[in-house]
């Protein structure tokens, strides 16, 4: 990996980061793409490199964080609506990718928290 590696993931982690575009339904390596252009062969390895994860499992674990968010700050919440606030519109994946994110499913993190 080169410097150019890295200043093309910076600039694609801040897209991502700044303007949230991991809490969208369709984020793809093609959104990625209209805020930096990252060719398309260094795509997968840079992820890969700088966050030692593959594209979706980095944008499955900032959804993730954000939902652990959202069940600590809104307890009123129902689990469905921040699955579908996180990009994420099937209820059993996104119990899934919680419970592997955090050991434990998200109806029992919210009640963690509601004391």
Same mark, same amino acid.
């Given at each position: 990996?080169?410097?150019? $590696? ?18 969208? @339904? $369709? ?11 990252? %060719? ?12 030692? !994860? ?17 069940? !600590?700050?809104? %307890?009123?919440?129902?689990? @469905? ?19 592997? @994110? ?7 993190? !919210? ?5």
């Amino acid at each position: 990996m080169t410097q150019t $590696d890295e200043l093309l993931f910076k600039k694609a982690e801040k897209a991502i980061l700044t303007n949230k575009l991991y809490l969208k @339904e $369709d984020m793809s390596r093609e959104l990625v793409n209209t805020f930096v252009h990252i %060719p398309k062969n260094k795509f997968a390895p840079i992820f890969r490199k700088f966050t030692g !994860k593959s594209f979706p499992a980095y944008v499955n674990s900032l959804r993730m964080a954000h939902a652990a968010e959202l069940l !600590k700050q809104h %307890p009123e919440y129902k689990i @469905e609506s921040i699955a579908l606030e996180c990009g994420i519109t099937v209820a059993q994946t996104f119990y899934r990718l919680f419970k592997a @994110e955090f050991g434990i499913t998200p109806s029992a993190f !919210k009640r963690q928290y509601a004391k």
